[in-house]
């Protein structure tokens, strides 16, 4: 083949084509070829409405319920789609995009032992807690990040105050009893509160954990994460037993 031959572009289809070969090149593609009228690509006249078809046929993505021409989808389904599953960095779980900024305030609230120094870091600050673990001033610096501990609110120093005032006073009078009832309701309350906050967990109500991987998230989520939870716990539990059979 003689690649020194001199090349023009075809005006129907742009491609380059050897010179002395574009008058006839040039007259089988005005013959045989058109512009797509949605895309301007040369196309087959005889295969115009197959490819109007297939590239530009008007479809809705799935997750997200956006329009676009079908061509469009692969791309905007795995680059652009706001509903797009991306893992969270924290449990490496799959979520659309839309809930992940969500669940990963909850996720990275989580708590783990660091092994160097046995204090409990978040798993958003572990990055940082790297850095300053290993520094010697360390339990000054956390201090000062963390900023001084919470006192307990009021109300609740009040509850403590009239338990004390309860056991030592056993003649207790039926009025007295009903406010106990609701004195003793309320201290399981607390007593859960500090519970979860020596495991390291929000002290927010709307906090809970999911029973299948004990992460804790905001409620609205949960329930929806509980469910992609139950699939992907119950695959990880089959891929596991293939590997004690083998
Ligand atoms: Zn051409
Ligand atoms: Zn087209
Ligand atoms: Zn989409
Ligand atoms: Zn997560
Ligand atoms: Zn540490
Ligand atoms: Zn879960």
């Known amino acids: 083949m003689d690649t020194a031959e001199e090349l023009a572009i075809c005006n129907h289809c742009n491609k380059d084509v050897v010179k002395t070969n574009l008058p006839m090149h040039e007259a089988h593609c005005q013959r045989f070829l058109c512009l797509c009228p949605d895309c301007d690509e040369p196309v087959p006249k005889d295969q115009l409405e197959e490819h109007r078809q297939e590239q530009h046929t008007p479809v809705k993505c799935k997750k997200c319920n956006m329009k676009m021409e079908k061509c469009k989808l692969p791309d905007h389904e795995t680059n652009e789609c706001t509903e797009r599953l991306q893992s969270c960095e924290y449990c490496q779980l799959a979520l659309p995009l839309s809930n ?70 056993q003649h207790v009078s039926q009025a007295a009893d009903s406010k106990d009832e609701d004195t003793i309701l309320s201290l399981s309350d607390l007593q859960k509160k500090k519970r979860n906050e020596k495991m390291g967990w929000r002290d927010e109500d709307q906090i809970s954990t999911c029973p299948h991987c004990h992460l804790a998230l905001p409620l609205n989520t949960l329930q929806w994460h509980e469910d992609k939870c139950r699939i992907v716990e119950g695959l990880k539990r089959m891929s596991e037993a293939v590997d004690v059979r083998k």
């Open 100 to 169: 992940l900024k969500e669940h990963m305030v909850a996720c990275g609230s989580r708590t783990e032992r660091c092994q160097e120094c046995n204090q409990y870091v978040t798993l958003k600050d572990q990055l940082q807690h790297a850095q300053i673990c290993t520094s010697e001033d360390f339990s000054f610096i956390t201090k000062s990040i963390n900023g001084p501990v919470k006192p307990l609110p009021a109300s609740t120093l009040q509850e403590d105050e009239l338990d004390d005032n309860d056991s030592r006073d």
